[in-house]
């Protein structure tokens, strides 16, 4: 099955740690079958399971669960431990302020707190000396992504920012980030902010203890998707797409039909959340010829019919300007990944 992809970006920031500790960054990647030479391209992508692999593993190696990206560390188990604690809290409100107050026990150089502005709710999250403008951290955003993941999790329902700042310059992979988050992102702020309607800290917390084990089964591969319930309109499109095959996707007039919607209409609310009807199909053809890469038994002609190119030059120039790299370069270094 076809999955989502990941910026090899994030693969990088992953290893950031590890690699200015010395430690096997090539060993890490062999575990995770990431070939070392995608690094060096710029706009890579790796699959959702392989992300997970070497997050993972650089947990393990580290016995840190925040990839040695802060001056403290979290041991194993820290997360869960977070979980356990959240889940007994009346509202979301509650937990987001016990959640912090944990975690400011093991990340010293990270402080968040939660306060009311008026109709918003503001998660503020701040490391000492970091510049406006300056590098992406991934620790500060790591903090705002999670929160928001378990604010989705513990109420049962997604939850749309009002607004995610941060300080840093936009990154490469911003486009990952409105995938999982939200388009209304800025950067080059004055603060690392997640904004929040504030009737959301009045949101009951609806899961339990049991509910736990099953949240921590499914991450960190859990966490690399869009929350799924109350879904925005691109997820629903993007859904409908991958039910047909993608030789034969419907037109924008065709889906619209399906979600009971206009052509203008399915157009203004698409771009109303950061994307289009064409980038949502050449994303998804990205990512199916991607998991299809890893099959050697697959000539690259055969993989241009099966994610809907009737020429293949047509699709060697697509995949090349949506990675950075051509197809049978992309196939040689994933097959030396593993």
């Not at 070497?54 to 403290?72: N, P």
Request: proline residues 5%.
């Amino acid at each position: 099955m076809t999955q989502h992809t990941v910026a090899i970006t994030l693969v990088r920031e992953v290893l950031r740690g590890p690699r200015a500790q010395g430690m096997d960054v090539d060993g890490m990647l062999r575990r995770a079958n990431i070939s070392t030479e995608l690094l060096a391209a710029d706009q890579a992508r790796v699959s959702r399971t392989q992300c997970a692999a070497i997050m993972r593993t650089v947990k393990r190696c580290m016995r840190d669960e925040f990839w040695g990206v802060s001056a403290g560390r979290l041991p194993p188990g820290t997360f869960a431990q977070l979980c356990r604690l959240v889940v007994h809290c009346p509202d979301l409100g509650q937990a987001l302020r016990a959640g912090f107050d944990f975690l400011h026990l093991f990340l010293p150089d990270l402080r968040a707190r939660l306060r009311r502005e008026g109709d918003t709710a503001v998660l503020s999250v701040e490391r000492r000396g970091q510049p406006v403008g300056g590098p992406y951290d991934f620790g500060v955003a790591t903090i705002l992504f999670e929160a928001l993941q378990i604010l989705h999790w513990l109420s049962g329902r997604r939850i749309e920012p009002r607004v995610v700042a941060y300080r840093c310059a936009q990154p490469s992979h911003v486009a990952d980030s409105v995938r999982l988050m939200t388009h209304h992102l800025r950067f080059g702020q004055t603060d690392n902010r997640l904004v929040l309607d504030a009737t959301v800290l009045e949101m009951p917390v609806v899961r339990d203890a049991d509910a736990v084990k099953p949240f921590l089964a499914t991450a960190p591969a859990g966490l690399l998707l869009p929350y799924r319930v109350y879904a925005r309109l691109c997820d629903l499109v993007r859904s409908h797409l991958r039910r047909h095959p993608l030789h034969a996707l419907p037109t924008l007039e065709e889906c619209a039909s399906a979600l009971a919607l206009t052509p203008q209409t399915l157009r203004r609310r698409l771009r109303d959340e950061g994307t289009g009807f064409r980038t949502l199909v050449a994303d998804l053809r990205r990512d199916a010829a991607i998991h299809l890469l890893a099959r050697p038994d697959l000539s690259l002609q055969q993989i241009a019919g099966m994610v809907g190119f009737s020429e293949s030059s047509t699709f060697h120039r697509a995949f090349k300007k949506s990675t950075g790299v051509a197809p049978g370069e992309y196939r040689r270094h994933r097959l030396a990944g593993g």
